[in-house]
């Protein structure tokens, strides 16, 4: 039997390991224990020294909807999980837990990977929604398929974006901005121009693709791999990136302080349709 219920982890060829999301009922949806699962399956690579190149997959129709907003309104829920950071508080009053929990679980995790200093690839498809995004964004490549759609809609819940704004390194400021403020859609054409994937692939031939290019980069030295990652990782760094990111998770916290004092929820449910709205609130 598989140790995780939400994932699978595979071994496709040596070398390298493959995590799918497998919840496709749900579209991949991210409640809390797929998010630990999918640390776990990341950290057993990364201690995994036979491991060179871990890859990132979706089973179903789309890579990810993003966090499962059926479990908002009960995320009283952080006892349940074996946590890691040290911020903790999950019980605490007003927006300290909230805070507490999408330090560890959201920004916490998503730092976390994108530093996992052996080459990570995310293998996407179909849709791509704002949590989604930040399973991708800390992946080193990013390769999609044809029919791939990226999308974050969180200015339209009254929040200013996911919590691992990364949208200006990854889209440049003026698309950033375009995204977030019209919540329109972006294709995997549109994108690869930008420079936020590697590559696009035909959907039959995207898995082959990217464990042929997996394969590629397990043949180098580990070693050199990894310093190759932290080279590239400390000069997007120099550039501010860290600091900029916890200041956009500073005010993503004050949205939802405010959107609790004013609609008695994490989100503005005004710019939501009432089906989403509806299921926000619970
Ligand atoms: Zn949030």
């Known amino acids: 039997?598989?140790?995780?219920?939400?994932?699978?982890?595979?071994?496709?060829?040596?070398?390298?390991?493959?995590?799918?999301?497998?919840?496709?009922?749900?579209?991949?949806?991210?409640?809390?224990?797929?998010?630990?699962?999918l640390n776990a399956a990341f950290d057993k690579a990364a201690?995994?020294?036979?491991?060179?190149?871990?890859?990132?997959?979706?089973?179903?129709?789309?890579?990810?909807?993003?966090?499962d907003l059926r479990e908002a309104g009960s995320y009283d829920n952080m006892d349940e999980f074996d946590t890691v950071g040290t911020w903790c508080g999950w019980h605490c009053a007003g927006a300290?837990?909230?805070?507490?929990?999408?330090?560890?679980?959201?920004?916490?995790?998503?730092?976390?990977?994108?530093?996992?200093?052996?080459?990570?690839?995310?293998?996407?498809?179909?849709?791509?929604?704002?949590?989604?995004?930040?399973?991708?964004?800390?992946?080193?490549?990013?390769?999609?398929?044809?029919?791939?759609?990226?999308?974050?809609n969180t200015v339209a819940m009254g929040v200013g974006g996911v919590e691992y704004f990364a949208h200006p390194w990854e889209l440049g400021h003026r698309k950033a901005k375009e995204m977030?403020?019209?919540?329109?859609?972006?294709?995997?054409?549109?994108?690869?121009?930008?420079?936020?994937?590697?590559?696009?692939?035909?959907?039959?031939?995207?898995?082959?693709?990217?464990?042929?290019?997996?394969?590629?980069?397990?043949q180098k030295p580990m070693f050199a791999l990894k310093l190759a990652k932290e080279a590239v990782n400390a000069a997007q760094d120099c550039s501010g990136r860290n600091n900029a990111m916890q200041t956009a998770f500073a005010l993503h916290h004050v949205a939802h302080s405010h959107n609790m004092q004013v609609h008695g929820m994490l989100v503005d449910p005004t710019g939501l349709s009432p089906a989403v709205a509806g299921k926000a609130k619970k």
């Open 47 to 67: 201690q995994d020294d036979e491991v060179k190149v871990i890859m990132l997959a979706g089973n179903g129709p789309h890579f990810s909807s993003g966090h």
């Open 96 to 152: 300290e837990a909230q805070m507490a929990r999408e330090r560890e679980i959201y920004i916490g995790f998503s730092e976390r990977w994108r530093n996992i200093p052996k080459p990570t690839i995310a293998v996407v498809h179909g849709k791509v929604i704002a949590g989604g995004l930040m399973l991708i964004w800390p992946c080193d490549i990013i390769i999609a398929a044809d029919d791939a759609m990226f999308l974050d």
């Open 1 to 37: 039997m598989s140790e995780f219920e939400t994932l699978l982890y595979e071994r496709p060829a040596d070398h390298v390991a493959r995590i799918v999301l497998n919840r496709p009922d749900t579209r991949n949806a991210q409640d809390t224990k797929l998010l630990y699962e």
């Open 180 to 218: 977030l403020f019209t919540a329109d859609w972006l294709t995997a054409e549109q994108v690869e121009k930008l420079g936020m994937i590697n590559h696009i692939v035909p959907k039959d031939e995207l898995d082959g693709f990217a464990l042929g290019m997996a394969e590629k980069i397990a």
